[in-house]
């Protein structure tokens, strides 16, 4: 059965620096997702892209986050300066149709 | 603004005993309806859904939801729990509407079985 891959599946790093969060969503799936969950809160939307293009997007997603699909495969969201707020799990998600989402299994990352 | 509430954040149930885990909504509008289930080091994975028709709607593993539009709840059911039921629980919803699909989450309800 296909299914949404994600990697690294735990990311440590400073903070003020770089992440890129890497998924694979499933092959025929148009729409994509981010989400977060921060230790003991809700999963949280961060950003939908549909066409090549963010679809919609949340008050955390402001402009130290972006995304991008660089290729026919991948779908990675960078965080350009990371602070110690963003340590949370991250989770990709795609849908055929902006219906049913499966998701993958998480990057964890831990802002020290 | 879209929410979604789950009534119960953690629930502690003996095997066989029945399970039902609460959820409402707030939206003005037509919604789709998911629960969603994590096991232990997994990832997020559909346990039903609903779009239309039938309120009651029937998912993997025994688990059924019913959608009562007139309370804005789709309370997740199941007669008989086992062990293996164990695993954190999310309620969620789109708006019909929607074009982008985004999900609003419940905060979840973790569901211990002990056996």
Known sequence: EPEVTQTPSHQVTQMGQEVI???????????FYWYRQIL??????????????????????DDQFSVER?????????????????????FCASSELSNEQFFGPGTRLTVL | AQSVSQHNHHVILSEAASL????????????????????PG??????????????????IKGFEAEFIKSKFSFNLRKPSVQWSDTAEYFCAVN???????KLIFGQGTTLQVKP
Request: contains cysteine.
């Open chain 1, 21 to 31: 969060l890497r998924c694979v969503p499933i092959s025929n799936h148009l729409y």
């Open chain 1, 40 to 61: 003991g809160q809700k999963v949280e939307f961060l950003v939908s892209f549909y066409n090549n293009e963010i679809s919609e997007k949340s008050e955390i997603f």
């Open chain 1, 70 to 90: 660089p290729d026919g495969s991948n779908f990675t969201l960078k965080i350009r300066s990371t602070k110690l707020e963003d340590s949370a799990m991250y």
């Open chain 2, 20 to 39: 039902e885990l609460g959820c409402n909504y707030s939206y003005g509008g037509t919604v789709n309806l998911f629960w969603y289930v994590q096991y």
């Open chain 2, 42 to 59: 997994q990832h997020l994975q559909l346990l039903l859904k609903y779009f239309s028709g039938d309120p009651l709607v029937k998912g």
């Open chain 2, 95 to 101: 708006a019909r509407s929607s074009n982008t699909g």
